[in-house]
């Protein structure tokens, strides 16, 4: 089977970092990806690892691990407008299978 | 660039009818693009893969003639939801690979149905 675990939940406060972890277990990997989605709109883009290594984009750096199965997004600076939930989802060739999505509160 | 459009953005329909979602991708060729469900609080579930030309791919446990695919051009596809339920009744994203591209998808703004 395939499966994704990443926490339900995180609360910080603004200006601070966060990690948001995510493990997998897939038959098929060719990259992870990070996905931002806020109530009620569509996922956008954040970042992709297809290597292991951080890549970094403005506040936001992405790392991955392909021999722990392990990545996590790291987010910097962190704006109320960051309050969203967060996915990671394997790309497996093309196709994206996501995980259950991180909700992130950020409070004053 | 880059743009995904979903047409309708919301739709309400009566049980036991059929609900058509179109799916565009604005400035770009996509052979291939992808249907979710995302019921409230819970993640996208990929439900099928739609090829340009050929018959759609569908995931365990979502009926293929319950859940239309077509995708007739290398810029729209659609999905047709057969005789409706209320348990049907979820958020709909659609999203479209650039030709040639393999790690990055566009999503549309999703389509939210309600079956009353």
């Known amino acids: 089977g395939q499966s994704l675990e990443q926490p339900s939940e995180v609360t910080a406060v603004e200006g601070a970092i966060v990690q948001i972890n995510c493990t997998y277990q897939?038959?098929?990997?060719?990259?992870l990806s990070w996905y931002q989605q806020h109530d009620g709109g569509a996922p956008t883009f954040l970042s992709y690892?297809?290597?292991?290594g951080l890549e970094e984009t403005g506040r936001f750096s992405s790392f991955l691990s392909r021999s722990d199965s392990y990545g996590y997004l790291l987010l910097q600076e962190l704006q109320m407008k960051d309050s969203a939930s967060y996915f990671c989802a394997v790309n497996q060739g093309g196709k994206l299978i996501f995980g259950q999505g991180t909700e992130l509160s950020v409070k004053p | 660039g880059a743009v995904v459009s979903q047409h309708p953005s919301r739709v309400i329909c009566k049980s036991g009818t059929s609900v058509k979602i179109e799916c565009r991708s604005l400035?770009?060729?996509?052979?291939?693009m992808f249907w979710y469900r995302q019921f409230p609080k819970q993640s996208l579930m990929l439900m099928a893969t739609s090829n340009e030309g050929s018959k759609a791919t569908y995931e365990q446990g979502v009926e293929k003639d319950k859940f239309l695919i077509n995708h007739a051009s290398l810029t729209l596809s659609t999905l047709t939801v057969t005789s409706a339920h209320p348990e049907d009744s979820s958020f709909y994203i659609c999203s479209a690979r650039r030709q040639g591209m393999v790690d990055e998808q566009y999503f549309g703004p999703g389509t939210r149905l309600t079956v009353t």
């Open positions: 897939t038959s098929g990997f060719y990259g």
């Open positions: 400035d770009f060729q996509a052979t291939t």
């Open positions: 690892n297809a290597l292991d």
